[in-house]
């Protein structure tokens, strides 16, 4: 199961990277044309606005799999490992929830905006939006690596590392 989502990871990682590049350029080309040509070019800003929302969905999936999402360890790190697994499931549970609902809403939104158009570059905004339902089924998975390893943890099946290094973790890198 590690394997598998450590390759997702991979993925996810890659396209955060080439939409940043793609990001990059578009706003780029903006002010070089701007500077330069005293020309405008019309299209990068939305480009790079609706890029930059996919990249921060999408990087976000990599930030709950590593446990760089907001916490409070005050309390976690004055119990046993044992509770501190129980605390990991519970806090994970809740995350599945909320992550089940950007889908289902994500989805709803995403087709509710298909028909309509993007200001400069006419594609329909559902894609834009379409990020919501993406991200959140991908961080709904590996929210379940994270549950699942928690709960090995919790009932004795496994020690030693955490799992991924979740919820509270965050800082750290593999």
């Given amino acids: 199961m590690t394997r598998c989502m450590d390759m997702l990871e991979a993925a996810i990682r890659w396209t955060v990277v080439a939409l940043l590049a793609v990001m990059v350029v578009a706003i780029g080309s903006q ?6 040509f005293h020309q405008s070019l019309y299209w990068t800003e939305e480009l790079g606005r609706h ?11 990599i930030c709950v799999r590593r446990g760089f999402h907001l916490s409070i360890t005050l309390l976690k790190e004055r119990v046993s490992p044992h509770k501190q697994a129980l605390m990991q499931m519970l806090g994970a ?5 909320f992550f089940y609902m950007m889908v289902v809403h994500g989805w709803s939104l995403t ?3 298909m028909m309509q158009r993007s200001s400069a570059l006419h ?5 834009v939006y379409a990020s919501l339902p ?15 390893k928690s709960g090995l943890e919790f009932f004795g099946k496994r020690s030693g590392e955490a799992a991924a ?3 509270g973790k965050g800082g750290e890198t593999k």
């Fill in 31 to 36: 002010v070089f044309a701007r500077y330069l």
């Fill in 51 to 61: 890029v930059m929302v996919w990249m921060i969905f999408l990087a976000s999936v």
């Fill in 93 to 97: 549970a809740v995350l599945a929830y």
């Fill in 111 to 113: 087709q509710k905006t």
């Fill in 123 to 127: 594609y329909p905004m559902g894609w």
């Fill in 134 to 148: 993406v991200s959140g089924l991908l961080m709904f998975v590996v929210n379940l690596e994270v549950l699942v």
């Fill in 165 to 167: 290094e979740p919820a």
